[in-house]
């Protein structure tokens, strides 16, 4: 039971170019989240998906897609990166039980750097 | 909207002194509230939680107790290690329904470091 996986760990991009962040997630949660901290901000979501074929806006979502073609598995797209999208990013996913989404598991997050 | 405050960090101890991080929240509803633990070049790790008011959450020597009267979940610990260093967040989620789906709204995080 490897929990949360992502992939790559780390990547350098330069300005403009694009690139797809993998999530898999082997617990059959139906939720899953991607996150990015940035040095006293704490996370701040980007996107969600509460189940295959779904997916939403979190609070920091211009600049980023996202798919969910699995139910194990979640992507974060950059079409064109930004200098400001260098952050680490966290993928995180959880299960429903009577109606409360309790805890979320997180992956060991992308260390990603834009020149 | 939520929110959730914490004491701003850094956080210098030494070993076996006694911890408290502050936390206080704003939230409608019953939120559940969490204190996650990110150790070096790690993800986040579930530390504790409380599920509803007066609930206490215990791990690994640490506390904290969900007081609704004061909208607070400080964590507390008596004696603190070496390898109690990390960062904390605390956090709240809404309960599913409606257009919550248990998103997980973070303090800022507060870096502990205990010498030894």
């Known amino acids: 039971n490897a929990g949360v996986t992502q992939t790559p760990k780390f990547r350098v991009l330069k300005t403009g170019q694009s690139m797809t962040l993998l999530c898999a997630q082997d617990m059959n949660h139906e939720y899953m989240y991607w996150y990015r901290q940035d040095p006293g901000m704490g996370l701040r979501l980007i996107h969600y998906s509460v189940g295959e074929g779904t997916t939403a806006k979190g609070e920091v979502p211009d600049g980023y897609n996202v798919s969910r073609l699995k139910k194990q598995n979640f992507l974060l797209g950059l079409e064109s990166a930004a200098p400001s999208q260098t952050s680490v990013y966290f993928c995180?996913?959880?299960?429903?039980?009577?109606?409360?989404?309790?805890?979320?598991?997180f992956g060991p997050g992308t260390r990603l750097t834009v020149l | 909207g939520n929110s959730v405050t914490q004491m701003e960090g850094p956080v210098t101890l030494s070993e076996e002194a006694f911890l408290t991080i502050n936390c206080t929240y704003t939230?409608?509803?019953?939120?559940?509230l969490f204190w996650y633990v990110q150790y070096p070049g790690e993800g986040l790790q579930l530390l504790l939680k409380a599920t509803k008011a007066d609930d206490k959450g215990s791990n690994k020597g640490f506390e904290a107790t969900y007081r609704k009267e004061t909208t607070s979940f400080h964590l507390e610990k008596g004696s603190v290690q070496v390898s109690d260093s990390a960062v904390y967040f605390c956090a709240l989620s809404e309960r599913a329904g409606g257009t919550s789906y248990g998103k997980l709204t973070f303090g800022q995080g507060t870096i502990l470091t205990v010498h030894p």
């Open positions: 995180a996913s959880s299960y429903e039980i009577g109606g409360i989404t309790d805890t979320q598991y």
């Open positions: 939230a409608t509803g019953y939120p559940s």
